[in-house]
């Protein structure tokens, strides 16, 4: 199946602003819950570039955490927050905090 046979036939403008993602990470978080959104919001803006819909990345993704670095998962996967959320976020236009089995001291983490 062709996704880019669904693309509309009218013109849309080629340059678009980027939207900024933001998706918050935190210790023993379900991987699904944080791959899930950023996968999705990758696929977009590689669907729109390819189906010449945009010649720029639509979507820009950013994973937030208590402090940079590494985090493990329920799983144990580490994912890399690029960012503490705790810094100035007034750039992001979309937060995704995923549910999950959010541990006691997330729970009551003052700073999330």
């Not at 996704?3 to 678009?16: G, L």
Request: glycine share 6%; aromatic share 10%; proline share 8%.
């Amino acid at each position: 199946m062709n996704i880019f046979a669904f693309v509309p036939s009218r013109s849309f403008p080629k340059e678009r602003p980027v939207r900024k993602i933001g998706i918050v990470l935190y210790p023993l978080a379900e991987v699904l819950d944080i791959t899930g959104p950023f996968e999705v919001f990758s696929f977009a803006s590689i669907s729109m570039q390819r189906s010449g819909l945009s010649d720029t990345p639509v979507y820009q993704i950013e994973i937030f955490a208590e402090k940079p670095g590494p985090v493990s998962t329920l799983s144990g996967l580490e994912i890399v927050a690029t960012r503490s959320y705790l810094e100035t976020c007034d750039d992001i236009d979309t937060l995704f905090i995923p549910g999950g089995d959010v541990t006691s001291e997330t729970a009551t983490d003052n700073h999330a």
